[in-house]
């Protein structure tokens, strides 16, 4: 006999999309269980200040906002857990089933899946040091870029990411340089051309960042190098973005669930948070690569909450 732990509602990441999903869940009594995952928080506990989430007129920082969320999710009676998911199996939709990472078995009605996505680094052990002091290396220009106003950045990337985030920084910055490693960008046409035609976006083509440069403030500048002639030179900035794309947590469910060819859950219905697997909704960024805000996430989050409580309801729980 199993001896699986029997729950309601198993919600995966505790981000913006896991933490409002409980919020919902549990109002609902659905009696949620949040496993938080390797980045308790998510995302966001590696963001300084957060002032673009409604409701927050003086801002708040991240961990600060997750700490919050956190609470407000423990109000309302989730069990938010310390540890994570590291094996589901989803092969029958009546038996949902999952493990921790030190071998607990739970059978749940519903899954929740919110284990968001990591942003790359190039990972330089420089870029590391000011990421992790806080002192102006960034992977996010709509949440970091306003803190750079008036100052000069830099951004790595040559995708449409990079391109949107260079073109948002250039209406903020003095100037963006912008390094793209090869001799093209990997970006659609259309974005590519917006950022070649901005007058204060400077692309150095064939340039790769060798030392990330700052001081006890923070970041100062750049070290570059063209991988063509192999010229190197600084280039001063206070801010160094980096776009090089994003990895959505997704591995342990890809047996089971439709995922696309970059590892981002596919929807089963536009407009909900259905996967392919009847009780398997998914909120956040591990099925978001285009907005990827905090408050997006959270909004799918209540979508997800909802959608398992009507799942609940129409099988008569
Ligand atoms: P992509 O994977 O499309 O691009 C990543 C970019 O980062 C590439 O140009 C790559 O360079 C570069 N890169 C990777 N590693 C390094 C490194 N170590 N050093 C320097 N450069 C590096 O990621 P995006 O996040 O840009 O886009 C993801 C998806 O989301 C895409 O499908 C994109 O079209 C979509 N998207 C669409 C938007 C829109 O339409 N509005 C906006 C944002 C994203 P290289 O080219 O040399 O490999």
Redesign the pocket.
């Known amino acids: 006999m199993s001896n699986a732990e029997n729950i309601k509602c198993l919600i995966i990441g505790s981000g913006p999309a896991g933490y409002t999903a409980a919020i919902y869940a549990a109002r609902a009594e659905m009696k949620p269980v949040l496993y938080q995952g390797m980045q308790p928080g998510g995302q966001l506990t590696t963001t300084n200040e957060v002032e673009n989430f409604p409701g927050y007129p003086e801002g708040i920082s991240g961990p600060e906002m997750m700490v919050q969320l956190e609470a407000q999710a423990k109000r309302f009676e989730t069990d938010v857990r310390y540890g994570f998911i590291t094996k589901v199996d989803f092969s029958d939709a009546n038996n949902l089933l999952a493990w921790t990472e030190d071998g607990h078995e739970i059978k749940a009605d519903t899954v929740i899946i919110s284990t968001g996505a990591s942003a ?1 680094y ?1 990972g330089l052990p420089s870029e590391q040091k000011y990421l992790e002091m806080g002192g102006g290396v960034s992977a996010c220009a709509v949440c970091d870029g306003f803190f750079y106003r008036g100052q000069e950045t830099i951004i ?7 391109c ?1 985030e260079a073109h948002y920084l250039s209406k903020l910055c003095t100037k963006v340089t912008m390094l793209v ?2 001799d093209d960008f ?1 970006a ?1 046409k259309i974005m590519a051309d917006r950022v070649k035609n901005t007058p204060n976006i400077e692309i150095l083509f064939n340039t ?1 960042t060798l030392e990330v440069l700052g001081d006890d403030q923070g970041v100062t500048g750049a070290l570059v190098k063209n991988n063509q002639t192999g010229e190197e030179k600084t280039i001063p900035a206070t801010g160094f973005f980096v ?4 990895k959505p947590n997704t591995d342990i469910f890809k047996d089971y669930i439709d995922l696309d060819e ?1 590892g981002y859950i596919k929807y089963a219905k536009p407009g909900t948070s259905l996967t392919n697997v009847p009780g398997v909704f998914v909120a956040g960024d591990a099925a978001d ?2 907005y990827r805000q905090a408050i997006t996430a959270a909004g799918t989050g209540c979508m997800a909450a909802l959608d398992a409580e009507r799942y609940l309801a129409a099988k008569g729980h």
Request: glycine letters at 14%.
């Open positions: 790359k190039l790595v990337g040559a995708g449409d990411s990079a949107e490693r090869k990997r659609s790769e776009a090089i794309g994003h970059t690569k285009n």
